[in-house]
């Protein structure tokens, strides 16, 4: 038996239609999954589906208000089916609501990056543990974190309240893999550093920075990370290969953490 098959597995990938979370939905599908991807934006929805095809069903909706996981886990409630895992992609920059160095940030932007990073994490990680208690199954979440959290850069990466809010997600993860680890639910977090994804476009389009991440993350030729890069370890943690981890970190990161990198 292949352990890192998905075959007959659910999984909702929260932020799902576009960047690193439609690439990791394409592993699952891949690997054998069904998906539900879900995203904020109706064009990026109508493109993932056509993206994702038959394996996919795709909705819209902000991660941040709790009826979309509701309606998430309720599309496989009406269906009859069991969802296995889930995926929680959905964050982003709070850059143009006022985040910033410490000496700049705004309230407004202090909230507005908690709210889509943390808050909606912590809604859609409840719902699912309540799902997961109620039909005892066990089940996996893999929450997206990023080297921010632990790993400071700050020349060109300093958005204080990301990297607290991506900070916090760690914590939130491990405390909660560490009360439902008997319940055999397992939570884990993925930390990539810059991958080229929508939400990157400032730097992926900035030399300066792109010179340093050739240094900074300098693994494969030195370079920022694609979105397949990540999709191997999402289909680690959703897959009964790691039945046996919980309350993990993985930095995918090129080597970020281990170099210095050179302005």
Known sequence: MNQFSLKGK??????????????????????GAGILAVGRNEKTCES???????????????????STIQKSISYYQEKGEIIHGLFHVAGGSGR??????????TLEGWNHTFNQNLTSLMLSNQAMVKYFLQKKTGGSILNMSSVLGFSPSPKYFSTHAYAAAKAAI??????????????????????????????????ANDDQIMRFIKTKQPLDGGRPGYPKDLAGAACYFMSDASKFTTGQVLGVDGGWQLSEGQY
């Not at 909702?12 to 394409?26: N, R």
């Open 170 to 203: 760690i914590g939130f993860s491990k405390s909660i893999a560490s009360y439902y680890a008997g319940q055999n639910i397992r939570v884990n977090v993925v930390a990539p550093a810059l991958f080229i994804t929508p939400m990157a476009q400032r730097a």
């Open 10 to 31: 659910n999984i909702i990938v929260m932020g799902g239609t576009s960047g690193l979370g439609l690439a990791a939905g394409k592993a699952f599908i891949e690997a």
């Open 48 to 66: 993932a589906s056509i993206e994702l095809g038959d394996q996919a069903h795709v909705i819209s909706g902000d991660a941040a208000d709790p």
């Open 96 to 105: 143009s609501f006022g985040d910033g160095p410490l000496h700049e940030l």
